[in-house]
């Protein structure tokens, strides 16, 4: 069994949770701050993809710039840290409303988390945060989570090491996050799409010279008026069409598929896994043995913090859909489904600082809580004993 955490004999009022929750991160390190609700929208659609978009709420400042209400709080997090030029490592919390329409519940929702920008001991801190967000569970009175585990840096290796074109790599790497990779990856062409009647453009794009191209289609647009179609501008919808002609000039070879398709068949004990992808990487003659030791490090400390290797499950196909994830990502849910969706939740984002404005990459990490759905937890914990007594 995974090193089950001891819940804490704590009263079961949520506000009193969430004030154990926090001194938790405070035991642990962290500093609380609080980032401003109202944040700029372009920013998550950047980092978070276009897909979190239809689950905004947006508004606009008296100069017009698109505003959103935070949809997460890893991004103003991050935000806050660079802004206030905090030393490194920084390590910070948070908890506090988060803001998007869901399926599931209101569209304000609270979340509480932690974020670790710094260190250089990375899979320690992988380890680590897992750790953390087991204990998280534990204060809800669940402490034997089930853990999924996924690794988008490992994916990330075994496309650099496959011969595909860089527009092929971005777009796998995108979709894998969203899970939505086709099962042929690419190779068959899709039926006449809005991208399918603009077949002779893409075919006259292709191959000419990228900073060229780009000018032409943002002078087109500019000329035919167009200044954002679907919430995208013109520099992005420009990007979009030289993207989609490279992707047109090839699909992704037979081979390269093959092994495609075979690595994201590949799950279980991490452990087993490790060995599966060795395997895989030496019958296709591919180097993964910077990506697989890093892996087989954080299993090392994970081991050494208690947790059992065989009850976690790691899947190479598992990611989350947020696109700034760049290694481990994990989720924890209820072994007995009591709540939709996982618990806890979180991953390695070495690139989000750089892409925020910082100078260089910080390694960085973290994880959010879902309190409604831990309360839920914490709640039929209570019932159960009364719902036993009355039988």
Not at 41 to 63: C, H, K, N, Q, W
Not at 91 to 119: C, K, P, T
Not at 122 to 130: F, G, P, R, T, Y
């Given at each position: 069994?995974t090193?089950?955490?001891?819940?804490?004999?704590?009263?079961?009022?949520?506000?009193?949770?969430?004030?154990?929750?926090?001194?938790?991160?405070?035991?642990?390190?962290?500093?609380?701050?609080?980032?401003?609700?109202?944040?700029?929208?372009?920013?998550?659609?950047?980092?978070?993809?276009?897909?979190?978009?239809?689950?905004?709420?947006?508004?606009?400042?008296?100069?017009?710039?698109?505003?959103?209400?935070?949809?997460?709080?890893?991004?103003?997090?991050?935000?806050?840290?660079?802004?206030?030029?905090m030393?490194?490592?920084?390590?910070?919390?948070?908890?506090?409303?988060?803001?998007?329409?869901?399926?599931?519940?209101?569209?304000?929702?609270?979340?509480?988390?932690?974020?670790?920008?710094?260190?250089?001991?990375?899979?320690?801190?992988?380890?680590?945060?897992?750790?953390?967000?087991?204990?998280?569970?534990?204060?809800?009175?669940?402490?034997?989570?089930?853990?999924?585990?996924?690794?988008?840096?490992?994916?990330?290796?075994?496309?650099?090491?496959?011969?595909?074109?860089p527009?092929?790599?971005?777009?796998?790497?995108?979709?894998?996050?969203?899970?939505?990779?086709?099962?042929?990856?690419?190779?068959?062409?899709?039926?006449?799409?809005?991208?399918?009647?603009?077949?002779?453009?893409?075919?006259?794009?292709?191959?000419?010279?990228?900073?060229?191209?780009?000018?032409?289609?943002?002078?087109?647009?500019?000329?035919?008026?167009?200044?954002?179609v679907?919430g995208?501008?013109?520099?992005?919808?420009?990007?979009?069409?030289?993207?989609?002609a490279?992707?047109?000039?090839?699909?992704?070879?037979?081979?390269a598929?093959?092994?495609?398709?075979?690595?994201?068949?590949?799950?279980?004990?991490?452990?087993e896994?490790?060995?599966?992808?060795?395997?895989?990487?030496?019958?296709?003659?591919?180097?993964?043995?910077?990506?697989?030791?890093?892996?087989?490090?954080?299993?090392?400390?994970?081991?050494?913090?208690?947790?059992?290797?065989?009850?976690?499950?790691?899947?190479?196909?598992?990611?989350?859909?947020?696109?700034?994830?760049?290694?481990?990502?994990?989720?924890?849910?209820?072994?007995?489904?009591r709540?939709?969706?996982?618990?806890?939740?979180?991953?390695?984002?070495?690139?989000?600082?750089?892409?925020?404005?910082?100078?260089?990459?910080?390694?960085?990490?973290?994880?959010?809580?879902?309190?409604?759905?831990?309360?839920?937890?914490?709640?039929?914990?209570?019932?159960?004993?009364?719902?036993?007594?009355?039988?």
């Amino acid at each position: 069994m995974t090193a089950a955490v001891p819940a804490p004999d704590l009263p079961h009022d949520p506000r009193l949770l969430e004030e154990a929750l926090i001194a938790r991160f405070d035991a642990a390190g962290f500093t609380r701050v609080h980032p401003p609700v109202l944040q700029p929208a372009d920013v998550f659609l950047d980092l978070s993809g276009e897909s979190i978009r239809r689950r905004m709420f947006f508004t606009a400042d008296a100069e017009g710039r698109e505003l959103c209400l935070r949809p997460d709080l890893t991004i103003p997090v991050a935000r806050t840290v660079l802004e206030h030029k905090m030393p490194l490592p920084a390590m910070v919390s948070y908890l506090g409303s988060v803001f998007r329409f869901r399926g599931e519940g209101q569209g304000e929702f609270q979340q509480a988390g932690v974020e670790s920008f710094g260190r250089t001991d990375l899979q320690a801190a992988d380890a680590e945060m897992i750790a953390l967000g087991l204990e998280v569970c534990a204060i809800y009175g669940l402490p034997s989570p089930e853990i999924r585990l996924g690794d988008v840096g490992l994916f990330a290796a075994l496309l650099e090491a496959l011969p595909l074109a860089p527009a092929q790599r971005r777009r796998l790497m995108k979709d894998f996050g969203q899970g939505q990779i086709e099962p042929d990856f690419g190779q068959s062409k899709p039926a006449e799409t809005g991208e399918g009647r603009h077949s002779g453009v893409l075919a006259a794009l292709n191959g000419a010279d990228p900073a060229a191209a780009r000018a032409l289609i943002t002078d087109l647009l500019s000329i035919a008026g167009i200044s954002t179609v679907g919430g995208r501008s013109v520099t992005e919808i420009a990007e979009r069409f030289l993207e989609q002609a490279e992707l047109d000039a090839g699909g992704v070879s037979a081979e390269a598929a093959d092994i495609l398709s075979r690595y994201l068949a590949i799950s279980g004990a991490p452990d087993e896994a490790s060995a599966q992808v060795r395997e895989l990487a030496r019958e296709a003659g591919i180097d993964l043995s910077e990506a697989l030791d890093a892996f087989d490090q954080r299993s090392g400390f994970l081991t050494a913090l208690g947790v059992d290797l065989a009850q976690v499950h790691f899947s190479t196909s598992f990611g989350r859909p947020l696109d700034y994830y760049s290694g481990m990502v994990f989720e924890l849910h209820d072994p007995c489904s009591r709540t939709h969706g996982p618990l806890v939740a979180g991953g390695r984002y070495d690139r989000l600082l750089a892409r925020l404005g910082a100078q260089s990459a910080i390694p960085g990490i973290g994880l959010s809580a879902w309190l409604e759905r831990l309360a839920v937890i914490n709640a039929t914990k209570i019932s159960a004993p009364k719902m036993d007594a009355a039988q």
